[in-house]
């Protein structure tokens, strides 16, 4: 592969990742008005440090927005008094908070050994197939989906444990995979 | 309760008597069952006299290390001046273990109880419950039971009447394993990335923000309430072995076992009965090859170590292991030892926090030579690389991550290497092609 060829392939799944358009360079709208602002000075009063709101204020940023950008995490480190640089230290220490957008149902399916011991990888195929994303962590065309693997979900004894954004399915086999999509918008 | 499998007549429920009663999950449904009883005993007694309970009763962490849990909570100094803390680990990651989601899921006011007590003996007006981020539902039924307790006074600046502040909050994780760890656990709450701390100083003396802080495991804590209503002599008195491992355990069995679930039964339970007849042993056609016995962190044993075994803190010792999270991870002749261990490596060098060169470097090299070894391209030399990384791995880090990742390899070589040796002979796995034939 050229280098060149290697370029258009980064940027098709870059695109793929953030769907249409460029959302990185998108300007920051504030989180912190209003009823999150709210939620933020109600959790701050149980902490003697300001500093240690910083994962719950992430969550926030997330849930109002799907994933943490680079805006937001300068308006996060402007409310709790840290820098930038500090806040994406921590945003990438963590694996649950998204750095990048992603599809509007994010499938997470547990292959660690307990669960690659009881057929694990061949649900991670069928829901590669089934919601047409192919291609471990990239969004499939129209948005809707991106599927990863991931480390030991804590429901080994239920294998295979499958979240679906929030929610936790339990022993998911492969022919239970379109049943599971087929409920979702 | 083995849940998700009716109660086995041979099991001893305490922490899950209830589990699957989902009428148990509320304030009400508590108290019938006889909930925050303890509770109100405990805050009627001196915070000594409950840390002399505790002691005498035997009751040894739940989290993994078995460390004496009433011992732990008298390293709280009274009267220091400093305000203290208690962290609740429901972080629960640890490969093979999933008892705390259950106890969560099913009893929260059983750990809310034991968290408060905990508090009120340790001299902490704040307590935090650190729930790995992926714990949606216990989340949301943790969070709810928390609000019914702080509506009915339960919890509060005035807990119970009684004029002593107990707070309880529930802090999210967001993804990583090694948050589990007990300084990583207090810097994760402490809004930072979650890399263990050197120790000393130990938390009881400088823990969380600094402060003398106590960390205990969802389990152990939610043995609390039981012990105090009951007494030390009624724990003490369910052990079938050792003076030294006492009261019910949870194991958490999963894998390739007929009847997977959670099962309860006294310490000292011999493991080879507890495998057969409560978890129903092998699948139809099928026979059982290892277990991994204490979560993923612990040495893998034969079935003819598995089978010798008193399941206790002393008895997997004793057979080449250790009880760890009680966490039983079983392997059948359907699949291949040496990627079952490639896939664990692969865990830790993802989990690794990397501060530690032999645990970042450590955990990477192991991984790429096993999963090299599994597609067939691996070499003799290869194995003892392995051992000769893993000895390095060993002892040397701020945390037992890096050990972790050794304990598996080093015993899978040991116990397994006919099937490393197929995988390096035969230049394919063994079992793939028999599958592809
Ligand atoms: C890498 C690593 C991960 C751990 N993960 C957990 C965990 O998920 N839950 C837990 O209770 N203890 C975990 N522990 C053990 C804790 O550090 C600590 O010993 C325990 O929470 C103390 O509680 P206990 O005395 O009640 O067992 C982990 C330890 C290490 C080194
Ligand atoms: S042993 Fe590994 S996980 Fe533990 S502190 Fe060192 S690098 Fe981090
Ligand atoms: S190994 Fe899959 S949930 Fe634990």
Redo the contacts with the bound molecule.
Sequence with gaps: MTPAEMGAVHAESHAAHGGAGHPHAEEHRPVFTGAPRAELDALLSRYPTRMAALLPALWIVQRERGWVSEGAMAEVAQVLDLTPAYVKGVVTFYTMYHQHPVGRYFVQVCTTSPCGACGADDVVRAFLEHTGTRELGVTSPDGKFTVIEVECLGACGFATPVMVNDEFHESVTPDRVPDILSKLE | MGFPHKTHPRETPVLSTHFGDSEARSLSGWRARGGYRALEQALGMAPADIVNVVKDSGLR?????G?P?GL?WSFMKPGDGKPHYLCC?A????PGTFKDREIMRWTPHSLIEGCAIASYAIGAEICYIYIRGEFTEPLQIVGAALDEAYRDGILGKNAMGTGKRVDVYIHKGAGA??C???TALMNSIEGRRGNPRIKPPFPAVAGLFGQPTT????E?LAAVPPILTNGAEWYKGMSLSSPKSTGTKLFSVCGNIARPGNYEVTMGFPFREFLHDICGGARPGHTLKAVIPGGSSVPIQTMQEADATLMDYEGFVATGSMLG?GGVIVFDDSVCMVRMIARLARFYAHESCAQCTQCREGTAWVTKILERIEHGSGTTADLDTLLELSENMTGKTI???SD?CAAPIVSGIQKFRHEFEAHINGKRCPMRSAAAA
Excluded: Q
């Design positions: 962490g739940r989290g993994g290390a460390f849990t732990k680990n972080d629960e990651s640890e394993y090694i589990g760890e007990e960390i205990n495991n969802v152990t999270s945390c037992v991550l972790s």
